[in-house]
């Protein structure tokens, strides 16, 4: 199975804070990797497919690159609606495919 | 406007069965794979099961396999999950998930229902 490891597992920022999140694969996925944001009480919602393609309505401000193993989601500017938890996803198996989140906090 | 409505969810005993429901409207159903995704509370997502979107490929997770059934109908645009053996590990909010590309078997999992919740305790 494909390990997804995720990092940091919380951070805390301010508005306007530049924030970057990785998320490292066990073998390489080459660019099969999504990202996902998370808030209390709601059901995950797509950002990022493909490593890198926003998804249509999804705020410019956030932004993911890499591929094999390594890859990064940055918020550009923090702002208030994205204190959340943030999920990276492998889809080049079915097989444990999600990293373990992590918390953006204030 | 894609919606995806899980039913069925609710308390049940250590070894007994269960049958979730997803009501898919919004979209060409039998178009896409589609997925069903837990949360146990507090905790991360697993992938459980998926299916094709002619029905005819299936995966189930490990963690489930051989007492989980995905299925669906695509003349009535419903998925199912037919949860069997249920244990209190399976406590979670299940998701029914749909892909974001027509045909596609990597998942990108584009729109997501509201869940329902599992509980299995004595």
């Known amino acids: 199975d494909i390990q997804m490891t995720q990092s940091p597992s919380s951070l805390s920022a301010s508005v306007g804070d530049r924030v970057t999140i990785t998320c490292r694969a066990s073998q390489s996925i080459d660019k099969y990797l999504n990202w996902y944001q998370q808030k209390p009480g709601e059901a995950p919602k797509l950002l990022i497919y493909?490593?890198?393609t926003l998804r249509s309505g999804v705020p410019s401000r956030f932004s993911g690159s890499g591929s094999g193993t390594d890859f990064t989601l940055t918020i550009s500017s923090l702002q208030p609606e994205d204190f959340a938890s943030y999920y990276c996803?492998?889809?080049?198996?079915?097989?444990?495919?999600f990293g373990g989140g992590t918390k953006v906090e204030i | 406007e894609v919606q995806l409505v899980e039913s069925g969810g609710g308390l049940v005993q250590p070894g007994g069965s269960l049958r979730l429901s997803c009501s898919a409207s919004g979209f060409t159903f039998r178009n896409y794979a589609m997925y069903w995704v837990r949360q146990a509370p507090g905790k991360g997502l697993e992938i459980i099961s998926a299916?094709?979107?002619?029905?005819?490929?299936?995966y189930h997770a490990g963690s489930v396999r051989g007492r989980f059934t995905i299925s669906r109908d695509n003349s009535k645009n419903t998925l199912d999950l037919q949860m069997s053996s249920l244990r209190p590990e399976d406590t979670a909010l299940y998701y029914c998930v749909k892909d974001l590309v027509p045909g596609n078997w990597n998942p990108m999992l584009e729109y997501w229902g509201q869940g329902a919740l599992v509980t299995v305790s004595s």
């Open positions: 996803q492998q889809s080049y198996t079915m097989s444990r495919a």
């Open positions: 299916i094709g979107d002619s029905g005819v490929t299936t």
């Open positions: 493909a490593a890198s």
